[in-house]
């Protein structure tokens, strides 16, 4: 039976990603941005659609109210921005896509919008930009705002963000640029319009002052959850980030869901690629996995407790991490992964120990064994599916890319299901050649 094809993205950050473990002599030596142009070059030799750098702008401390926890693990902190790294990766590849997150919330809008059409010329079109909204108040506190507004605001405020930027790209018409020796025009003048934007939040006269950039604008990307973050995506954006709670199941509809909202914006749903945030673990012997040792669960508890802490908003530091899952935890951000603890505790006796003490990320989907074995799962998963693809979780897991490039990814080549070649050449035409 063929295989359903699919896209595969690399979820990383700007930062010590192979700390704890054997990334330890890594250092700074990261900071450079060396480590992530082999990064780049391994992963555009296993023809990956793109990489994805995930940021935030907070040394967390949600944890106990300390700051120790996260930097002394590199959990959320220190990270450096991936903006001025796209175009350093691009210098030594030539066809994987290279995606930022950027903020809505804390840019101004020709700011960021001059910066991705800048970036977009120097990687010869190849830029995407992850558009959030923002979750953490300590991040408000350092743009000396005194709290986030509302997720609901944020995101219409991110949605005239979204209006003003695509109208100060095309402020600038394709063939404005003449540079004709011969008439001595250089750029013509009737081709680039003043905006003249006025909206709730923002105001802008344009024109951009930069150049038309190779994709006309960045490939746009985005994870709603939320109805209104869902609404925000299926509107705006070319790739979607899909979580795979509810399994199968749950991937599918959040995928059917996508493709309705946008079909109501008037847009067509195969423009879309909903890709699924994972890790994989994989085991070269005999698939099974290596005992962990009491520093790494600890290790791992650290830095999963940190991470939950910032993206629940819950001061786990506050509760029992031994006794089941206390079932009175409020969560400030995102519910449903803390109702998916509370009824590990209540069903199972689960602790928060136990639950944060596994390998990183758990997504209750297992895509662990061999490197054939995980390649066949991915592959059952997204036949099920049936689309996008997925974005697997680099960070903290990349002592396994050896046996993810060479071993998983030509399991998924031999039998059809991820590309062995790019055609196109920016990242919209790679994206669009299936
Ligand atoms: C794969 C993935 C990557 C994300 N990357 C970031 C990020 O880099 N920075 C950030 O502030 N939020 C990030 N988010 C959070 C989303 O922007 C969004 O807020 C979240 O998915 C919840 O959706 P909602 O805002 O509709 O509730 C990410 C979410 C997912 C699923």
Not at 411 to 420: F, P, S
Request: glycine letters at 10%; hydrophobic letters at 35%; charged letters at 25%.
């Amino acid at each position: 039976m063929a295989h359903t094809k699919f896209h595969l993205g690399y979820f990383t950050k700007f930062g010590a990603t192979s700390w704890p473990g054997d990334g330890k002599e890594f250092g700074s030596q990261w900071t450079d941005g060396s480590y992530h142009k082999e990064l780049a070059k391994m992963l555009e030799a296993a023809k990956f659609d793109f990489i994805l750098f995930e940021d935030s702008l907070i040394v967390g401390d949600r944890y106990g109210g300390s700051m120790e926890l996260d930097l002394k693990n590199a959990t959320l902190s220190p990270k450096l921005d991936p903006l001025p790294l796209l175009p350093v990766m691009a210098q030594d590849t030539s066809h994987i896509g290279l995606i930022a997150t950027a903020s809505t919330t804390f840019y101004p809008p020709y700011l960021l919008a001059r910066l991705l059409s800048t970036i977009d010329s120097l990687t010869k079109g190849r830029a995407g930009w992850n558009m959030v909204t923002s979750s953490e108040k300590n991040a408000a506190l350092n743009f000396g705002m005194d709290k986030l507004l509302p997720p609901t605001v944020r995101y219409d405020i991110a949605d005239e963000f979204v209006e003003l930027s695509r109208q100060l790209w095309d402020s600038w018409e394709d063939g404005a640029l003449v540079a004709n020796t011969e008439t001595g025009v250089y750029v013509d003048h009737t081709k680039v319009h003043t905006i003249n934007f006025e909206g709730e939040h923002f105001r802008s006269r344009g024109p951009l002052n930069a150049l038309r950039c190779p994709q006309g604008h960045p490939v746009l990307c985005q994870a709603g959850a939320s109805e209104r973050g869902r609404d925000f995506s299926a509107k705006n954006a070319e790739v979607i980030l899909g979580m795979m709670t509810g399994g199968v199941a749950g991937m599918k509809a959040y995928r059917d869901d996508i493709r309705r909202r946008a079909e109501s914006f008037g847009r067509n749903p195969d423009d879309i690629k909903v890709v699924y945030l994972t890790p994989v673990h994989i085991y070269p012997d005999g698939g099974e996995p290596p005992e962990m040792s009491d520093a790494d669960k600890q290790s791992a508890f650290e830095h999963n407790i940190v991470m939950a802490s910032s993206s629940l908003d819950v001061d786990f530091s506050l509760y029992d991490v031994d006794a089941p899952v206390p079932q009175d935890i409020v969560a400030g951000g995102h519910t449903s992964a803390l109702e998916h603890m509370k009824k590990a505790g209540r069903e199972e006796g689960k602790s928060l120990r136990d639950l944060f003490s596994t390998a990183k990320g758990a997504s209750g989907m297992d895509f662990s064994g061999t490197a054939e074995q995980v390649a066949d799962k991915l592959m059952a998963v997204m036949d099920e599916v049936g689309g996008d693809g997925f974005l697997i979780e680099g960070s903290g897991y990349n002592r396994q890319l050896p046996d993810l490039v060479n071993g998983v990814i030509p399991a998924l080549q031999k039998a059809g299901a991820v590309r062995t070649e790019y055609s196109g050449t920016t990242l919209r035409e790679i994206l669009r050649e299936f």
